[in-house]
């Protein structure tokens, strides 16, 4: 079946330690995404990436990084410069190549990181 | 970035009760499309809408792209428990936007009592 996985799950991490969130898609989208969420709050965008070896910076991109090597992977990195790290990340890929208008989002099952 | 408004913030209702909920921007969009997303879980999509005034209907759901591309609005009919979950409106501002972004609303937590 075709879709978009991110892992782990969830995920531990100590202060001051970087951590690598997975997002693999096997949909052939161009598009990647990457937001965070808070307790009761919307998506904010860390990062997007329309093409390989190309991405953009979001609204929150401080603290973070990301690499598209591959069309199917969009790894996130949540560096130690990251304040606030604790959150859920959710992992979002979309078909670019079809019409402009057509910009539906699918989803990951998300990863919560929590920083001990 | 661009911000939508969603209303209500959450809404605790009757089992059987139909429900509504909407979003606005001061803005002008091209796509509005409505999620729902249960705990832990990624959001999914539940509708998605391209024209003005379009009205689409995913069974019990109705949702309508709003005449003046800045508001839309989800009804919920006769709900039942596994509706519970929060419900976000995203939509693609008509500003051109290289990256197709999706603009998220802050969601609407939907609490059904049985």
């Known amino acids: 079946d075709g879709g978009i996985t991110q892992s782990p799950k969830y995920l531990f991490r100590k202060e001051g330690q970087n951590v690598t969130l997975s997002c693999e898609q096997n949909l052939n989208h161009d598009a990647m995404y990457w937001y965070r969420q808070d307790p009761g709050q919307g998506l904010r965008l860390i990062y997007y990436s329309q093409i390989v070896n190309d991405f953009q910076k979001g609204d929150i991109a401080e603290g973070y990084s990301v690499s598209r090597e591959k069309k199917e992977s969009f790894p996130l990195t949540v560096t130690s410069a990251q304040k606030n790290p604790t959150a859920f990340y959710l992992c979002?890929?979309?078909?670019?190549?079809?019409?402009?208008?057509?910009?539906?989002?699918?989803f990951g099952q998300g990863t919560r990181l929590t920083v001990v | 970035g661009q911000q939508l408004n969603q209303s209500p913030q959450s809404m605790f209702i009757q089992e059987g009760e139909d429900v509504s909920m909407n979003c606005t921007s001061s803005s002008i969009f091209n796509t509005w499309l409505w999620y729902k997303q249960e705990p832990g879980e990624g959001p999914v999509l539940l509708i998605a809408?391209?024209?003005?005034?379009e009205l689409t209907s995913n069974g019990r759901l109705t949702a309508q792209f709003g005449i003046t591309r800045k508001d839309s609005f989800l009804n919920i009919s006769a709900s039942i428990p596994s509706d519970v979950g929060i419900y976000f409106c995203a939509g693609q501002p008509f500003l051109y936007n290289a990256g197709n972004m999706l603009t998220f609303g802050g969601g609407t937590r939907l609490m059904v009592k049985p």
């Open positions: 809408l391209y024209k003005a005034g």
């Open positions: 979002a890929s979309s078909d670019r190549t079809r019409s402009i208008m057509n910009t539906e989002a699918f």
